[in-house]
RNA sequence: GCCGAGGUGGCGGAAUUGGUAGACGCGCUAGCUUCAGGUGCUAGUGACCGCAAGGUCGUGGAGGUUCAAGUCCUCUCCUCGGCACCA
């Protein structure tokens, strides 16, 4: 053995070994216990960065450890290689979307074969290749025979300028983010997936996911949004037209003392027509982006369309107002407004000089706030034959009488809209629809699959070549054989996202998915960032169901256990210049030193000027303060770089980057090897006889059991592998300290080296391999399994009690196990610095936990 | 604006079920080792008072519950993630 760590040597050498038997491909065995571990599959943005590592690094520490148990692991990896960004390169450099990707893929795929994982890369792919997406579009063809799919007219943002849609990303301040000009909402057609159909399915499938975070499912919920309530519909005056609503508060519609409707809305559109006054102001709303955030933050505005509408309780007359916050797409795009008990509507009516008419008060009796709305549930005021009933019994009440006159019945709604899945793109799957004059719009027959997304095109950024391309577009209709144009807009890439789990268990399936799938799922273990919380968690549990409804997996839901990881960030480092211009350094680039003080400073290694310490942000190539792996892995190898990003957080956590906290990573790992070094020159050890230990080896095995029941739990279940790594450590701080060349106490620390040295094989399993035949390790690290405890050896001889006075700490006693509260009070008694507090005093209580604190209540 | 997280030494973090706040690592200080050091080793390191024994304070802020609160409750401030066309 090699006096000194050479990464760079080792892992080679293992890599290669790795290679040779194909050690990661995972192949179906009934006879096995499976376990698929999936990380969110990568957009080859272009290289690797720290966020990548991480995840990868937490699979792969929860595969390798799945593997020591014995488990049959698939762990893949692909490319999520459609979208924007692509685009966006082509744009730049004039290189086509197709070849920017494939060119990334390759540099990335580098770059994680060179961090070791554990990956089975026979069943890599990338969601660009035809033999991916043409089942997506299967399915979409599938999905359209069943009704699940319709096409209806939709709002995007739309430069007049550029002539293109625009991604709610490159709306910037109302403007497009080329052009600069102010974007409008315009109404295109577009294909819709019928999610809500599956909304109490995905609601209800939540309860059933108790390995998922609390605050993921949370945030589904919310975001699925069940109300119960009731649609009402209120006639309009001197009109044969009428207002249909919905609203959770049936019980407030005698307060409703007017109407709203957004700025699209027929009504608004009809005032508008001899009205200049409402035609701009209609005009003005269409040029708020389409992204809800603005909307929300947007002055709310309004403006009489000067109709009224007929309460349907009292027939009085109410004014209709169109309003920018009243949404289109989202319900009836009308809403009855109750200012006295909404806070939205409450600003509207003080805004407006609108009417306001409490109806409901708590129902503690509690006075009514004047200037302030009354959200809450309580007993009905000021509504006639309705008063003096609780919330609940009013809205029965109320919708029972609106039911009786026709108008108005009980109802669930969704928060929850429609997926729409058509994006004006050029780089993504086509969507296999064929549009006939005859026909109409016609699904692409089986046969004819896939359509192609030609690949060597030009891209201007403007126009897709889909569109501007007439040999791609013209076909002949399926059904009646006459000319016919393909659809030109291309899918959501989170179609492909929402599937891609699925294909990995059956590369090269003749179908969508074969008998393979059934074998493999559900994922045992999903790990991506918390940023997908809801959209991509929420359309992967969607088709899963798809699948499911299609006959192709036989599960409810895609993934038992879910694990987000918090995104890595970094300090950033800059100096003003006068021209009031900003230059970002790299943290590479600069040194930060503390002074006595306890002042950090930092200097351009450059020219060993000051810079200025600036937030610590999300790693961005804006504020330059990324950390290229690649460059880590040269310096470092990829243990270390592993070993740092799962010690320096909990997974759930964000991750501050820290070039010294790496510096710590290296050197354990050099201290792990020294270690070893010098236990193989001490001598051969004999054969373990725990009976005939001396007391400082038996402390170090009992301190080597604490720490296999550690970290076996910290691995197993609270996957927190920072603590997992620093109980490692003490145990390793331990072994260095411990000093005895006996027989015997080498046996002791052999024991506890091939114990090291399995439990940190998941977190760096290059060195881990390497060492442990060197430890006279048999077979396989991996075949060794798991290290077992030895409860025997935990056994303490005695405990430290903490003995409180009034709940202060004004004792530490070392005492035997399992005294009782007369016995520990005794010891505490005898105590010096604990009688300074019993003299001239009586002990009023006594709290006892055994083997841990006895605390006296004294006055 | 709405939904969801988070805030603990000079720094990253630990404290798993309400029971010793600060494990482990970084940084810093001192000493030793080395031809040399951006090496290695040893010791110390929350703040304040004290020669020491020991004491007081301390987990974003303000209240509260409890024998006991980083942990539970109420209010509040700040930071981050998502908000349906970034992925």
Known sequence: MQASYNPKLIEAEVQQGWNEQQKFQAKEDPAREKYYCLSMLPYPSGTLHIGHVRNYSIGDVISRFQRMQGKNVLQPMGWDAFGLPAENAAIKHAVPPAQWTRENIKQMREQLQQLGFALDWSREFATCDPDYYRWEQLMFTRL?????????????????????VLANEQVIDGRGWRSGALVERREIPQW??????????????????????????????????RSHGAELRFQVADSDTCLEVYTTRPDTLMGATYMAVAAQHPLALEAARDNPEIAAFIEQCRHTGTAQADLDKAEKLGLDTGSKAVHPLTGELIPIWIANFVLMAYGTGAVMSVPAHDERDHAFASKYKLPIKPVVQPADGSELMADEPFIGSGVTINSGEFDGLSSAEAAAAIVARLAQQGDGRATTQYRLRDWGVSRQRYWGCPIPVIYCATCGAVPVPEEQLPVVLPEDVEFSGVVSPLKSDPSWRQTQCPQCGGAAERETDTFDTFMESSWYYARY?????ADMLDERADYWLPVNQYIGGIEHAIMHLLYFRFYHKLLRDCGMVHSDEPATRLLCQGMVVAETYFRKHDDGSTSWYSPTEVDVHTDGDGKRQARLLEDDQPVLIGAIEKMSKSRNNGVNPQDLVERYGADTVRLFVL???????????????????WRFLRRIWSGIHQHLQAGTPTQLDVAALNAEQRELRRKLHDTIAKVSDDMQRRYTFNTAIAALMELSNHLQRFDDDSAAGLAVTREAWLALIQMLHPVTPHLCTHLWPQLGGTGDIEQAGWPQVDAAARVREAIIVVIQINGKVRGKLELAPGLDQAA?????????????????VTIRKIIHVPDKLLNLVVG
């Not at 159909?197 to 209800?204: G, V």
């Not at 520990?824 to 001239?840: G, I, K, P």
């Open 144 to 164: 359209m025979k069943k009704g699940l799919v319709y096409n209806k007219q939709a709002e995007v943002n739309w430069d007049p300028v550029d002539q293109t």
């Open 192 to 225: 819709f997936l019928k999610i809500t159909d599956y909304a109490d399915e995905l609601l209800d499938g939540l309860d059933h996911l108790p390995d998922w975070p609390e605050a993921v499912k949370t945030m589904q919920r919310n975001w699925i949004g």
């Open 505 to 509: 268990c059956c590369p090269g399936a």
């Open 647 to 665: 010690f320096a957080a909990p997974p759930e956590q964000s991750l501050e980057w820290s070039d010294s906290g790496v510096e710590g990573a």
């Open 824 to 840: 520990t009070l005794a010891a505490a008694r005898a105590d010096q610095n604990v009688q300074r507090y019993l003299s001239d």
